[in-house]
Every structure is written in structure tokens, then in C-alpha cells.
């Protein structure tokens, strides 16, 4: 059962062999051997406690009853394994009743849970991030108080930004904090406001909920500050340390099409005297604060994509190598064949596992990036990559689960087979977190044009994956292509600039798609350098490069090719979008 | 609300002034005052009876209870107003009950129902294809009596051809029909065996269902026939002519992503004596005969995908000026604005608009084409486009889809609003009816290295079209795009004629897609010409023309390149594919 969920082989490879994650163990206490067994018992509680509710979190959805939504119990239970075994501790440290594993391996064994069930696992996920929020930027008596309780799993955190009228801009928050005086909490505050798309905004599965919720405080005038320089962060809990229920409503539940199991709120704060809340830090650090969180749940995002795209890819393996019709091209005779006998098959495996494989080890890069935050290099590097590893696994996952479906025809558009959930799940990840359009942004905008050194750094590294490829006849056409490749993208970043300023955005869009396919072009390539390293004449070894040199293959001949046309057009100021006039549409 | 199904305008514009559809009728009854009011008609009734249950009938799936499949009611009585209108039989000749309407007239019509309600439509589509392959070759009996009640609404049809070991490989059609006699409906057979994917196989809202089932006629050592040559043509109705119940059992209902009004059932013919079925025609026809209407049938899915695309569209420009988030770049004050003033907003809806109208301009041009089956030339380009017609809007009406979903942000994953749903319906079409792969293989093995003429005169048309293109110096740019990316098709299969026989389709899927990218980029630019031939000076005229020449403009922009680097791949005979050696994955 386990390994239907990611495959072992390759997420060992990408952890042991490719990223070498015994040698960045050196200096914790954890050592190869127990991050294997960590891995293990992921996989075994995945598949033991996750799995088995993954369709039925999808037919019973959360629903809300007296102003409580209750959730499918088996989520509870699921997450209760989870919590005794201390896992919602893993990636903090010690002193903080944590773990303290490196995030590479935290999010690893994350991918496994997301692959088993992705709404289940959710709730430990916007825990972890809450929590993480609180130790780094809140007080003694507020970590003690409110973060370890979720480091120990018994209570569950939330991230509110979102309101009705105000989605990705948040610079129009209208939620409003008044002081209220302060206590051993920190100085407090009654907040007011409706907060909208607040994943695990209630539940009937843990003791508490921790809140953490972005507000303005009203000046002398009663006026809320404009823009986001105004913005607070505040710690907002369903049950008060006294016991008594806050003054939160659940005003209604959103009914998706995926991700089920994560019951989704409207909630309104302050209908009564106003929700009690703590500022965490300073007035006016909210966004700084969210923000700092960022790159950690984009990519956390990005696993969660990739993580569903893998389990489709071996969903659709095992179908295609059932899955008997028709046969060869020209032969009418026998009896039918394999569906991976057919090309064109074998053509849409290669594209998901092209697509689903290379967002697992984007991501898994970038992971290893967080772990280093004190080399320039990299830090720099993981805030360039941070938008294209949320954006390319939420991109090409979903097309990823798109062709698994297609694979198993019309069966996989049932709701018998997974590949049809998968898909619906997956569909979020392009939204949550920073839309497509606004990674694009940050990656064009902030992360190039403004910052640049994390370019410079990719191009150092993709030169250093060239030229050990260079070394492999059958790499060393993909490392040329690579080159150019890259060399097309600095181009066009120089093109860019001389666009006029209000202009440099028109196509930031195409701009990202191009970027991602060099980026994930690279990733494979070094991926399939590594293989090449591993010992020769092992037949798993032997399978596992014929793999990753095959899916390399496939990933520059039918994917990477499309990046030079989306540059040409960036490069040349294509202003089809920016001058469409509204009125056309 | 009628306006919100197609937009009006462009289907007036597509039918009447690029179409030029009233010189066609002037050999028909019909003139284009009646062909306006027939839309008229169909508008009201999809606006009225159809779309209000759209959702509900997804919400409320068939169910099976004691052998009968029962349906929501609404769709019952939608389709009885379709039936009292006599809109059944709108594309049949006369003296079988029809209104004689051409098929570009019947097939627009049905794009509006499809836009409303794809799936409770779904159930005239079916019917209108089993009714029109009985009055082609059934014999005058059968005509009577199990057509002429399905031209007039009271009875409904079904296509039996799949079967759950053999779903596109009907060479492995193991349904047996065995010799019984013959009476007045002709020679009798008894049918056992088991038809999977059964599009209205079962339902309480017709008087009786005529199953047109695939089956083989044993030899006399009670052997099925090999290949696809034993295949025969039967029609086995739910309720004899003696009012008897035929021996055919639902065996269970497919429980699907979307499309759900539409019940889809496994049936099992025989379970007792055998199901009574009478052959239609002659031994061994029965995949000729249901490839005579496989065009219609394609053409058909293309249609509904591309109505589903067109309604999202519509909606996603709503919510786009209506929705109130974020500013211009650069800017910090003010109020927020409509985020259709975001270019990248804008960017996504050009691209819905360029796959949605262009999915539809494509299959109305097919459409017409099947009016013309007289004409050699015409009917040579329809036997080419028909898998472009298929495949071009089910793969790109889906991603129209997935860009309204990301319009509309958190709001457009809720099953709140509709185009999650379009989403989840539009998923079916790349499967049904031949997938994606099937279509390729057609197109370019049979269609153009078999066959080869259709290529002929979609190349004189094109030429036509950029001739006539040339004169406008704002679309001169495009047609000399279109020109190279015809030739790049050319040159393409040639280099494809000279790869060995057994590899010839080892690219067909790229190829398909590339060829779709230019017939689409031809159709947008024979749509800008014609928008440019508009009378001058007339607002509506002038918005229509600006909007038909920017939408063109981003297809060649940020869509038809990506034509060329794919096309260079099959002309090079990339063999990454077809050497993968299916233990690798």
C-alpha cells in the first residue's frame, strides 16, 4: 500500500543520492539511519491512518451545526496518530518541545501525507505555520501559551488574511483591533470583522483554535490606516485562557470542489463585544511578520501540488500496465496488449512524470535552501525560486492529474478511481497562497528586477550542472540546450529593463511559464547527472538512470522547447494585454 | 439571462456575417428572419428551462432503485417543452418528421442548450444521432417504428458500443448476438453480454429507450468473429412493440466528476433468454454504419466543449468587472479597481476568449461544411477537421474553464458559482467519442498520410484567407505568421512520410496539437477579415472588429508559436517516446 503513495525509490534517490541529505545531517543529531526511519513510519501512518479516508473526506464533507462544524471523525483520528507519535513537533526545536529535524526532512515526510491525503494533513500544516509564526515574533507567555499547545498537536492553528471584499489585497483589511487595555498575554485588543476562506477556521477535532489574524487599529479619528503599513498581527483564540468561548462566529462554510476534508470558513469576529486578541510584536508588522512565513508555506504549497501529481503518476503506471486494449499499430491479430504498449501512453506518462518528479525535487531544492538561511548564496537563491516552486508544481500538477485521468479514460472521469479526486484537489494550488498572476510578480518584479542576485546565483549553479553533465555524451546536448536556454532568459531580463517602467509587468505571466520550464529543465538535468554518479551495474540503479535520463530527455525535447517563444514575445514588449481595452470584452 | 449563455453578438457575427449563413438557406424553406427566430426560441428555452437546474441536477445525481434509473425531474420536463416545440426532429427531413433545418443551424442552436445545460441536453444528442443512423440504414419498418418516435421526443436513444474489457478497442467487442428468427422489424437476434459507458442507457423521463447496440454474430462453431469486420449493427429496445419488457439489466450507474444530469450505465443485455434485438442492415456493418455519423458525433462534443468554454468566458468577464481588488501597479491610494484594469486579468481573459470563440468559430465552420456533403472539396476539409473539431476545443475548452475558475479566485473553487462546475462537465470531452490519442492517430495516419486531400484544401483556404488578410495592415503580420506555420506543417509531413512506416505515429499527438494551434490561428484570422468587411462607423460594429482583432493578435502572440518548436520535433522523429521502455516507469 505505501508504495502507491510517492515512489520510495525516487524520493531516496532525490533525498539521499541527488541532495546528499546525510551530509547536511552532520551537525543535528539526527543521522542518516534515523531519517530513514522517520521516513518510514511517514509512509506507514500515511498509508495506515490518511489513505483509507481519503474518498471518504470527500463524500462527507465538513458541515456546520449551532454554530460548530463537525468534520469526518476519521480525521481526528488520523491527526491524533499523528500528534502521539510527536510529529507535529518535528521541524521545531527542542526547547520549543520539538524535534528539531532540518525542513528538508520535515517536508518530505510532509509529501508523503499530502500524496495519502491532502485536506487531513492540511490541519498540521496551517498548525506548524501558526505556531512557527508565534515562536519567531510573539512573547514568552504567547509562545507558552499559545504555540506549544499546537507544537504538541492538541491545539490547532489558523491563518487569517483573506476578507470578503478583500482577497489577495490586502492592503483593504478592514477588520478592526481596539485597545482593550493589556494583560500577561500582551497588550490586547477587541477586534471586529469577517475574514473569509479561513482553511480549519472551526472544527470539533481539537481542543483549541489559535487565530492569528491580520487587523488594523483605528487612529484618534476612529479611521483605519490605509495601505498595509497599518496592518497588525493578532493572536485570537476560539477558547480564552479563562476557559469561555471567544466572540467568534462561524458565519458559513465553503463547499468546494476539492480538498474536502479541510473545512473552509467565513468567520465573524466581534459580533457581540469584540473577539479578544493579543498584538503579537509591533503595531504594523502584520504583513512583515505573514510575510516572513511566506516562502515556507509557498513551498509547502508546492509539495502539496507535487505530492498529488506523484501519487497520479503511479496511480496511472499501475493502470497503463493492467489496463489491456488494443494493440500495436498495424497488428490486428493476438490478443490485446498492455495500454503502456501504446506510444502515445508511454508519451503521457512521460509528460506527468516529467511534471510531477520535477516539482517533487524543485521543491525538495528549495527545501534544502530554508535550511540554510545563514549562506548568502543560498538565501538568495530560495528567494528567487520560492515563486516558481509554488507556482510550477500547482501549474503543472493539476496537468499532471489531467493526464492520469486521460490514461485511465473514462473511468478516471469516475469517482471510483482517484485520479478523478486528485485532480479536483489539486485545483486549489494555483489559488491559495498567492494566485499564479501573483508569483508571477514577485518573481519578475521583486525577485528579479528589483533584488537580481538569486539570477545570478541560478546561473552559477546551472552552469555547474552543465558542465558535469557535459561529462555524459548522452547529457551533453541537454546541457547545450540549457545553456541557451538561460541565456535567452538574461536576455530578455535585459530587454525588460529598458521597457518603460509601467510597462515591465505587461508579461510577467509568460514571462514566469518560460522561467519554470528552465528552472524544472535544470532540475532534471542535474537530477540526471546524479543518477549517472550512482554505482554502476546495480540494476536498480541501472533502471533509476535509465529513468531520470529518459524523463530528462523527454522533458527537453517536448517541454523546455516552448520557453523561447514565450521569451521572444517578453523580450519584444508585447503589449497585446496591457492595451486590450476593457470594453472589448 | 439569456445573454449570459453565448454572447449573442458573436454568434450572430460568426452565423450570419462571417458564415454567411442566409446564402445557404436560399435551397431551404428557412430564411434568415426564421433562422433569427429559431435562436431566438432556443435562447428562451435553454435561459428558461434548462440552466435554472443546471446545478441542482448536478447536486442530485440518478440513482438506481429496484432495476430503474431515475432522474431528476426537471430534466424530464425541460426536455418534454424541447419535445412540444418539436425541436427533436429540427435537423430531420420532413417526411420523417423534421423540420429539414441544416445541421449549422441545428448545431448552433444545440450549443446554446449546451451552454445552459450540457448534460440534460446531452439526452437530444444521443437521440438525434440513433434516430439519424436508423433512417440512413435501417430498413422502412424499423424507421417507423423506432425512429420516427425518437424524431418525435417521445422516445429516447443510446449508443451501446463500449464494454468494461474493451473501451475504444471495439475489435474486442465480445457482446453475441445470436440468430432468432425474423419478424416484421426484420432478421431477430438474442444478445448477451455487458455495454459499459452507456450515456442515457437508463432513465424514467421517455416512454421507451432505443439501444443501438455493437454486437457479433457467432459462427456456426460458436465463435465470435475476430477484428472489427464481425462487427454487426443492432437495435434492442428497452420495451418490445408488445409492450414487453426486453431482457436488459442495469447493472450499476457511473458515478462521474460532472456531466452528472446525463445518467451512464453499465447495462447487461441478456441475463435471461437473451435480449431481443433486429439487425439494421447488413451483417458485419455495424462499425461502417456508426462511423457514417462519427463526424456529426465529434463535431457535436466539440460543440458542447466549446459552449461550456463560451459561458465561462461570459461569466468570467462579469466577475471580472465587477469583482473590486488591488490597484494599478505603482499605485497605493485610491479606492480598488474592477480587476479586469489587471493586465494580467486581462491576458487570461483574451486567452479564454481566443480558445472559447475559437473553439466555437471552428465548429461551426465544420458544420457547415456537413451541409455540403455534395461538394468534394468540402466534404474532403470536414473529413480533416473532424478530429481538430474534437480534439481542439475538449483539450482547450477545459483550460478556458480552469482560467475562469483562477478569475475568479478562492470564489470560482466553490461550488457556489458555475464555472466550478464547467470545469468538472468539460472534463469528459477529451474521452468521449475517441480520446485526444484516438483523434491524433486519425488525423494524421488516416487524414493526412492516408488521405491527404483534405490538407490540399485547407491550404488553398488559408492561402484564401491571408490573400485576403494582406489588405489590412493591422492582420498582414498574421497572415504572414499563418503562411510559415502552414509551411512548417508541410514540410513537416513530408519529413514524417520519409521516417519508416512504424514510426510514423510515434509523434501524432504533438503534431496534433501543433496542427490544431495553426487550423485555429487560420479560423481566428478569417474571423478578423470578416469582422473587418463590417459595415464602418457603427459602435457595435467597431467594438466587434477591435475585439475579433486583439483576440486574433494574442493568439498569434502567445499561442501559435508554440506551434513551431513542436513541429520541429515530429518532423526531426523524435524517438523519446517510443523507446521508452514501459520498465522504466
Not at 283 to 290: A, E, I, S
Not at 339 to 368: F, K, N, P, Q, W
Not at 391 to 409: C, M, R, V, W
Not at 549 to 561: A, G, I, K, Q
Amino acid at each position: 500500500m505505501a508504495d502507491r503513495l510517492l515512489c520510495e525509490t525516487d524520493m531516496a534517490f532525490q533525498l539521499f543520492d541527488w541532495l546528499n541529505v546525510e551530509s547536511r545531517l552532520s551537525d543535528s543529531e539526527f543521522d542518516g539511519e534515523t531519517a530513514r526511519a522517520y521516513f518510514d513510519l511517514s509512509q506507514k501512518l500515511a498509508a495506515d491512518h490518511f489513505l483509507p479516508h481519503y474518498k471518504t473526506s470527500d463524500m462527507h464533507e465538513p458541515r456546520l451545526e449551532n454554530g460548530q462544524v463537525h468534520v469526518l471523525p476519521e480525521i481526528g483520528t488520523a491527526l491524533a496518530e499523528f500528534r502521539d507519535l510527536g510529529l507535529f513537533g518535528a521541524s521545531f526545536p527542542e526547547n520549543l518541545g520539538g524535534m528539531g529535524l532540518p525542513y528538508l526532512l520535515s517536508s518530505a515526510s510532509y509529501a508523503w501525507f499530502a500524496a495519502a491525503n491532502c485536506s487531513s494533513i492540511g490541519y498540521t500544516m496551517l498548525t506548524g505555520a501558526n505556531a512557527r509564526l508565534l515562536a519567531a515574533f510573539g512573547n514568552k507567555v504567547q509562545i507558552d501559551t499559545f504555540a506549544r499547545p499546537q507544537i504538541e498537536g492538541r491545539w490547532f492553528g489558523t491563518m487569517c488574511l483573506s476578507e470578503p471584499q478583500a482577497g489577495s489585497g490586502l492592503a483593504d483589511v478592514r477588520t478592526r483591533a481596539v485597545a482593550d487595555g493589556a494583560d500577561a498575554h500582551g497588550p490586547r485588543y477587541r477586534l471586529t470583522g469577517n475574514k473569509m476562506w479561513i482553511s480549519g477556521g472551526d472544527q470539533d477535532i481539537s481542543e483549541n483554535i489559535v487565530h492569528l489574524v491580520l487587523a488594523k487599529v483605528p487612529n484618534d479619528a476612529g479611521d483605519l490606516p490605509d495601505g498595509t503599513e497599518g496592518i497588525s498581527l493578532f493572536i485570537v483564540p476560539k477558547v480564552l485562557p479563562d476557559g469561555t468561548l471567544n466572540d467568534i462566529a462561524v458565519a458559513g462554510l465553503n463547499h468546494k470542489m476539492g480538498n474536502r476534508g479541510t473545512s473552509n470558513c467565513l468567520l465573524n469576529f466581534g459580533e457581540g463585544d469584540g473577539a479578544v486578541g493579543w498584538m503579537v510584536g509591533e503595531p504594523g508588522q502584520g504583513l512583515r511578520q505573514m510575510f516572513m512565513m511566506m516562502n515556507e508555506a509557498r513551498i509547502a504549497v508546492g509539495f502539496g501540488a507535487a505530492a498529488l501529481a506523484c501519487r497520479g503518476y503511479l496511480l496511472a503506471v499501475d493502470y497503463a500496465r493492467e489496463r489491456l486494449q488494443g494493440r500495436a499499430i498495424g497488428q490486428r491479430e493476438g490478443a490485446p496488449v498492455a495500454i503502456i504498449e501504446h506510444t502515445d501512453v508511454r508519451r503521457m506518462l512521460l509528460a506527468i512524470r516529467a511534471y510531477s518528479e520535477g516539482a517533487m525535487g524543485l521543491c525538495l531544492y528549495c527545501a534544502a535552501l530554508v535550511d540554510r538561511p545563514d549562506d548568502a548564496e543560498d538565501a538568495a537563491l530560495l528567494e528567487l525560486l520560492t515563486p516558481v516552486a509554488k507556482t510550477f508544481p500547482s501549474e503543472y500538477g493539476p496537468k499532471a492529474n489531467d493526464l492520469a485521468i486521460q490514461i485511465h479514460g473514462g473511468y478516471g472521469y469516475t469517482r471510483d478511481f482517484d485520479v478523478e479526486q486528485l485532480y479536483r484537489d489539486n485545483r486549489l494550488n494555483p489559488i491559495h497562497e498567492g494566485t499564479t498572476g501573483i508569483q508571477a510578480l514577485d518573481l519578475l518584479g521583486r525577485k528579479i528586477l528589483r533584488e537580481g542576485s538569486g539570477l545570478k546565483v541560478l546561473e552559477r549553479r546551472i552552469d555547474d550542472t552543465c558542465a558535469r553533465a557535459e561529462a555524459f555524451p548522452e547529457l551533453s546536448g541537454n546541457a547545450a540546450a540549457l545553456r541557451v536556454a538561460l541565456s535567452q532568459v538574461f536576455s530578455t531580463v535585459d530587454a525588460v529593463r529598458t521597457h518603460p517602467k509601467d510597462r515591465q509587468m505587461d508579461n510577467a505571466a509568460p514571462f514566469q511559464t518560460a522561467f519554470c520550464l528552465v528552472v524544472v529543465a535544470w532540475i532534471w538535468l542535474d537530477q540526471a547527472v546524479a543518477a549517472h554518479s550512482l554505482e554502476q551495474g546495480l540494476p536498480q540503479n541501472d533502471r533509476l538512470r535509465e529513468g531520470k535520463t529518459t524523463t530528462c530527455r523527454y522533458f527537453f525535447t517536448l517541454e523546455l522547447p516552448m520557453a523561447a517563444p514565450l521569451l521572444a514575445q517578453v523580450a519584444s514588449g508585447c503589449d497585446v494585454t496591457r492595451t486590450a481595452d476593457p470594453a472589448l470584452f
